[in-house]
T-cell receptor, first 115, second 109 residues
């Protein structure tokens, strides 16, 4: 098991472009989370999947953001019409469905820079 | 709503003991998790307290008092590699974690 994998590691894009990130969770993990983190802040929750179902979205997530987990395995996060404020590290995490006491395993993230 | 309070920065010397406090307000409390994050790295799980008391894992211990809405992370025999950010985060019933700003620990020689 190689842990949670995220691609790409870095993405530089121009304002107004669309970007898509991919997350491959640990294979037996049915929970998947997306977070965003900016410098000096803790990770900020974006959305949560249980298998292929998106069960929770942060109110902070604008309609330019969409996430999918079509077969309950890998997930994608798309940002449309990127803005400079979208520049951040986007983290994916996965866990087993063991209730509250199930540690989140984070990937190394995708660093997005919007110019 | 939910709120978390931790000191923003703590400095200590190698070999010392440091305690990072966390007070929280949350609806539907299930327990308290602690994560460590090195600069440029991913957050990694350290410990979880579901019940009151002390949980020990090697040099790290975590304490919870549900009646006081308070917990702490205790790091003993500090090493330079312990320099990192530390986050307390209560999980929701779905395991979702809400992180605060965390505590930056700087270990000096």
């Amino acid at each position: 098991d190689t842990g949670v994998s995220q691609n790409p590691r870095h993405k530089i894009t121009k304002r107004g472009q669309n970007v898509t990130f991919r997350c491959d969770p640990i294979s037996e993990h049915n929970r998947l989370y997306w977070y965003r983190q900016t410098l000096g802040q803790g990770p900020e929750f974006l959305t949560y999947f249980q298998n292929e179902a998106q069960l929770e979205k942060s109110r902070l997530l604008s309609d330019r953001f969409s996430a999918e987990r079509p077969k309950g395995s890998f997930s994608t996060l798309e940002i449309q019409r990127t803005e400079q404020g979208d520049s951040a590290m986007y983290l994916c995490a996965s866990s087993l469905d063991l209730g509250q006491n199930s540690p989140l395993h984070f990937g190394n993230g995708t660093r997005l820079t919007v110019t | 709503g939910q709120s978390l309070e931790q000191p923003s920065e703590v400095t200590a010397v190698e070999g010392a003991i440091v305690q990072i406090n966390c007070t929280y307000q949350t609806s539907g409390f299930y327990g308290l998790s602690w994560y460590q994050q090195h600069d440029g790295g991913a957050p990694t799980f350290l410990s979880y307290n579901a019940l009151d008391g002390l949980e020990e894992t090697g040099r790290f211990s975590s304490f919870l008092s549900r009646s006081d809405s308070y917990g702490y992370l205790l790091l003993q025999e500090l090493q330079m590699k312990d320099s990192a950010s530390y986050f307390c985060a209560p999980p929701s019933n779905t395991g979702k974690l809400i992180f605060g700003q965390g505590t930056t620990l700087q270990v000096k020689p």
